[in-house]
């Protein structure tokens, strides 16, 4: 079962985070996400359980406990999406070049 931690302490380390959920059982493994650039945590990480049961028992035991001050958020994770090679206009180059109103009326 794989499991998303969300509102984590900036300080909260993956053994941490492996620890708090192995009270409820097996952890394969527990991951806090880092900022790619910087290296500090984004307050929010992975934990994947072998059992479903001990990963729902370590849901309802750990959503909500406050943990260095900040109350934990835990739920199932949902699948990540593949990311295509397109995607929107993100602020970039806009084909929109201003001119002026259509036509007369």
Not at 12 to 33: Q, R
Not at 42 to 66: C, T
């Amino acid at each position: 079962m794989n499991i998303y931690v969300s509102n984590l302490s900036f300080n909260t380390s993956d053994a941490e985070l492996s620890e708090l959920f192995s009270a409820f059982g097996e952890v394969s493994s527990a991951k806090v996400i880092t900022d790619r650039e910087t290296g500090r945590s984004r307050g929010f990480g992975f934990v994947e359980m072998p059992s479903e049961d001990e990963g729902k028992d370590a849901m309802l035991g750990l959503n909500n406990k406050e943990v260095e001050g900040r109350a934990m958020s835990v739920s199932v994770a949902k699948e990540r999406e593949e990311r295509t090679g397109g995607g929107g206009n993100r602020g970039g180059y806009s084909n929109n070049r201003g001119g002026g109103g259509g036509g007369r009326w």
